[in-house]
Nanobody, 119 residues
């Protein structure tokens, strides 16, 4: 069973930065995509960006210019680098990986990590 562990959240002042981590229990290159989502209280979960293995990264409007995704293949870890954080970025952040086999597409989620942006 694939497990993802999200961490790195916390309380940060507006304008600050955070790096979130997503540790995957198996070889991260086994997944064709890694994505980051977030969910604010009372709102639906929204996608921020996704990265295709060996390919491009697609950013949604909320992430453009401030967020980026990186991977440490040796550590089977994906990171979400966040800069110039705003109070509206307060949310639980989730990592998702996806793989495909003969049975179809399989998505795996981390448990989430809370980010609070407050002065």
């Amino acid at each position: 069973q694939v497990q993802l562990t999200d961490s790195g959240g916390g309380v940060v002042h507006p304008g600050g930065s955070l790096r979130l981590s997503c540790v995957v229990s198996e070889r991260i290159l086994n997944f064709y995509q890694v994505a980051w989502y977030r969910q604010s209280p009372g709102k639906e979960r929204e996608i921020l960006l996704f990265s295709i293995t060996g390919g491009t990264t697609v950013y949604e409007d909320a992430a453009k210019g401030r967020f980026s995704i990186t991977r440490d293949i040796a550590k089977n870890t994906a990171y979400l680098e966040m800069t110039n954080l705003k109070p509206d970025d307060t949310a639980v952040y989730y990592c998702k990986t996806s793989k495909v086999d003969v049975h179809g597409v399989h998505d795996y989620w981390g448990q989430g990590t809370q980010v609070t942006v407050s002065s």
